[in-house]
T-cell receptor, first 110, second 108 residues
Framework: NAGVTQTPKFRILKIGQSMTLQCTQD?????MYWYRQDPGMGLKLIYY???????DKGEVPNGYNVSRSTTEDFPLRLELAAPSQTSVYFC?????????FGPGTRLTVL | KNEVEQSPQNLTAQEGEFITINCSYS?????LHWLQQHPGGGIVSLFM???GKKKHGRLIATINIQEKHSSLHITASHPRDSAVYIC??????????FGSGTQLTVLP
């Protein structure tokens, strides 16, 4: 199993551009999550999904959108990128216990 | 919202020392996770526990649900244990609230 994969690993965006961060898991997990980690800060939940077709907002959803059309994929969309969205983004999945994290995407908005 | 406090924020130890990291939270929970973030940024789950104590190798995690407190212990610490250790209580829909982490450095 590849576990949780994320693409891209790094990205630099200009203010106002948009992009999609991809997340895929091959463990048939129902629960999936998107977090952001700012320097020196704890992870914060952006959006989560409890199964295909179901998504909900976390603590910091503004400026982001998600979809969950399949169990495997949970893409995160940034519209109109802003410098405040410069962060490291982690995707995670779980079934009944521990969460499995992807390797992260380092995003810089200039 | 669950407020999570970890202590200490930074910890430097000599190889072989016994290490304790503490975590307190403000709201009742169903479970609590301990995570390790490697210097390269990757995050792995160490423990998920809802009561008592769990042990995995040199790592031990304990939780007191009534006191809203958990501890992570590392016995016979080693330089490869150097990482950030994160406490994360679990709420509804298995959502985690994360502490800001404890940066552990183990010197040879």
């Amino acid at each position: 199993n590849a576990g949780v994969t994320q693409t891209p690993k790094f990205r630099i965006l200009k203010i106002g551009q948009s992009m999609t961060l991809q997340c895929t898991q091959d463990m048939n997990h129902n629960y999936m999550y998107w977090y952001r980690q700012d320097p020196g800060m704890g992870l914060k939940l952006i959006y989560y999904s409890v199964g295909a077709g179901i998504t909900d907002k976390g603590e910091v959803p503004n400026g982001y959108n998600v979809s969950r059309s399949t169990t495997e994929d949970f893409p995160l969309r940034l519209e109109l990128a802003a410098p405040s969205q410069t962060s490291v983004y982690f995707c995670a999945s779980s079934y009944s216990s521990e969460q499995f994290f992807g390797p992260g995407t380092r995003l810089t908005v200039l | 919202k669950n407020e999570v406090e970890q202590s200490p924020q930074n910890l430097t130890a000599q190889e072989g020392e016994f290490i304790t990291i503490n975590c307190s939270y403000s709201v009742g929970i169903s479970a609590l996770h301990w995570l390790q973030q490697h210097p390269g940024g990757g995050i792995v789950s160490l423990f998920m526990l809802s009561s008592g104590k769990k042990k995995h190798g040199r790592l031990i995690a304990t939780i007191n649900i009534q006191e809203k407190h958990s501890s992570l212990h590392i016995t016979a610490s080693h330089p490869r244990d150097s990482a950030v250790y994160i406490c994360a209580p679990e709420g509804s829909a298995r959502q985690l609230t994360f502490g800001s982490g404890t940066q552990l450095t183990v010197l040879p």
